[in-house]
């Protein structure tokens, strides 16, 4: 009889042993949610923080420093443009799967007008006897880019994109696998009119 004198005591310490186990639950280290990597790495696009966008990619490699300062000034008025809508988000075990809507400048036509432009300008300039330098045309080019980008007509297009991730341990966070379709999305098309 002694044994079961006192229940209240035997329920006190079942409910400590429960409480125990599931706080030591609760410890465990969880990653966040894949979907946070892919707005955070859009929504530093957007502001134009490079170096924050390329900590969401598995690669540091610098695939968002330049060397020179005019390009990341087009570079991030590219990017300020961009605007993504997460569709869906799969997680299975490290690795992760993001469909993102992406809308961006339209670069390939951006890039058409503007080197009919420069031609035009090449050819008047030889038809009246003067002669363009290759730096005069590059800079002609730099400021068309940038005033074509600046425009709030600008065109864009949008495209739906599959982003794999993968779980970093070492960042503790799920990372950005860069790929040549991520590439080209994010640059409005210009990888792929470049590689023609």
Known sequence: MTKFSHPSRCLLILVIITLVFSMAGCTK?????AEESVNGFFKSLSEADLKTAESYCASDSGNFTFADPQEE???KLIF???KHEIVSSVEAGETATAKVKVTNLDLQKI????????????????????EISDEKME????????ESIS????PVLTNEL???????KAK?????QDNDALVNNLTGNLNEMLSQ
């Open 29 to 33: 280290t969880n990653f966040p949610k």
């Open 73 to 75: 000034k087009l570079a």
């Open 80 to 82: 300020s443009k961009t």
């Open 111 to 130: 890039f058409e007008g503007i080197l009919g432009k420069v031609m035009d300008e090449a050819l008047n300039s030889a038809f009246g006897g003067e």
């Open 139 to 146: 800079e002609n080019m730099m400021k068309y880019l940038e």
């Open 151 to 154: 425009k709030p007509d600008a």
């Open 162 to 168: 599959e982003i794999t991730l993968n779980k970093d």
């Open 172 to 176: 503790k966070m799920w990372v950005i």
